[in-house]
């Protein structure tokens, strides 16, 4: 485990040559995002950041935005209006900023919610979450990727289900949409398979050689995901739910503030590639064994531990399966 006060003290060492000088956060105007965009911006150092939230938002972000802002005059901080969910949007969204920055720093993506009440399909024929969980995610990677290869030192971090992995995916039903496929634990195990084999995937390319990969399960942070999108009134409406869940999060969950912490710690830290500080005595090995660079599969106390032989196991028997069809249902969007 990294503790809090290592991480703390590691974060408190960034500076002007070392913080992401540009990053995107999709998924920043709540959560996770959040935190993480406001312990960033706390450094003081010179930052661009790009938040990506739907329209509506907005007006609910220009208080928070504004005093980031105050806090750290060296911020430019830009709303981008847009619904992740769906595909084309995401395209326009990240051509967008792809033609204002030619090097981005951090790509940080954390859109999404627990789907505990039912399957939703977008406009695109997609399920939502998956659609922001896993196929928008690798979108604006692919679109940003020329950006981000420009960098000094780029990183992807992706927040879900990091090193949990499960050992069966449903590679037949990708999208999980014939007849009892679908399930909300059952779509969240296929969805964290799914980002692993195509983050490894791209990791591996040589022309990626300089990007960092982490994907992490952030653990209990009380986000308001689990119980966003229930529909009531029922046994499992949000205010049963609600309670239920709180008392796991004060004695077993992290803080807003602590989350904010050991998630800039993964988006900075040279433990996981790049130049930024290191905390002393941390050896986060990828997957593929190399240290530096490459893809990190994380826990909630930011250790980059994973089962070798599940992970091995569904890159041998699944990963050219799962990219090949995820290129199909994305091609129209690149």
């Given at each position: 485990?990294?503790?809090?006060?290592?991480?703390?003290?590691?974060?408190?060492?960034?500076?002007?040559?070392?913080?992401?000088?540009?990053?995107v956060f999709v998924g920043g105007t709540s959560g996770i995002g959040k935190a993480t965009l406001q312990s960033l911006v706390n450094i003081g150092s010179p930052v661009r950041a790009y938040i990506?939230?739907?329209?509506?938002?907005?007006?609910?972000?220009k208080p928070f935005l504004d005093e980031l802002r105050a806090s750290n005059p060296k911020a430019d901080l830009i709303y981008?209006?847009?619904?992740?969910?769906?595909?084309?949007?995401?395209?326009?969204?990240?051509?967008?900023?792809?033609?204002?920055?030619?090097?981005?720093?951090?790509?940080?993506?954390?859109?999404?919610?627990?789907?505990?009440?039912?399957?939703?399909?977008?406009?695109?024929?997609?399920?939502?979450?998956?659609?922001?969980q896993y196929f928008?995610?690798?979108?604006?990677?692919?679109?940003?990727?020329?950006?981000l290869r420009a960098a000094a030192s780029p990183r992807v971090v992706t927040v879900l289900s990091g090193n949990l992995l499960h050992p069966s995916l449903n590679v037949d039903d990708m999208t999980l949409e014939k007849p009892g496929a679908w399930g909300g634990?059952?779509?969240?195990?296929?969805?964290?398979?799914?980002?692993?084999?195509?983050?490894?995937?791209?990791?591996?390319?040589?022309?990626?050689?300089?990007?960092s990969f982490t994907h992490d399960w952030?653990?209990?942070?009380?986000?308001?995901?689990?119980?966003?999108?229930?529909?009531?009134?029922?046994?499992?409406?949000?205010?049963?739910?609600?309670?239920?869940?709180?008392?796991?999060?004060?004695?077993m969950g992290y803080s807003l503030d602590e989350t904010g912490q050991r998630h800039l710690y993964l988006a900075t830290s040279g433990d996981f590639g790049g130049r930024g500080p290191k905390v002393e005595g941390v050896h986060a090995e990828s997957t593929s064994g190399r240290r530096g660079g490459g893809l990190y599969l994380l826990d909630h106390r930011c250790d980059a531990k994973?089962?070798?032989?599940?992970?091995?196991?569904?890159?041998?028997?699944?990963?050219?399966?799962?990219?090949?069809?995820?290129?199909?249902?994305?091609e129209p969007f690149l």
């Open positions: 485990m990294v503790a809090i006060k290592q991480i703390r003290a590691c974060n408190a060492q960034l500076n002007d040559e070392t913080v992401p000088r540009t990053a990506v939230g739907r329209a509506s938002t907005e007006s609910a972000m981008v209006p847009g619904d992740v969910s769906l595909l084309a949007e995401v395209k326009r969204i990240s051509l967008d900023i792809k033609s204002r920055e030619p090097t981005v720093d951090l790509l940080f993506l954390s859109a999404g919610y627990a789907p505990l009440g039912g399957r939703i399909d977008t406009s695109e024929g997609l399920e939502v979450t998956m659609a922001l928008g995610r690798i979108l604006m990677t692919l679109h940003l990727l020329p950006s634990i059952r779509s969240q195990t296929q969805v964290g398979s799914l980002t692993n084999l195509a983050l490894d995937r791209l990791a591996a390319d040589p022309a990626n050689a300089s990007l952030p653990g209990a942070v009380d986000t308001g995901n689990a119980y966003r999108h229930w529909k009531g009134p029922s046994l499992w409406a949000p205010l049963p739910l609600t309670a239920l869940l709180k008392p796991i999060y004060w004695i994973f089962k070798k032989p599940v992970f091995e196991k569904l890159r041998d028997s699944a990963q050219e399966r799962v990219w090949t069809r995820t290129m199909e249902i994305l």
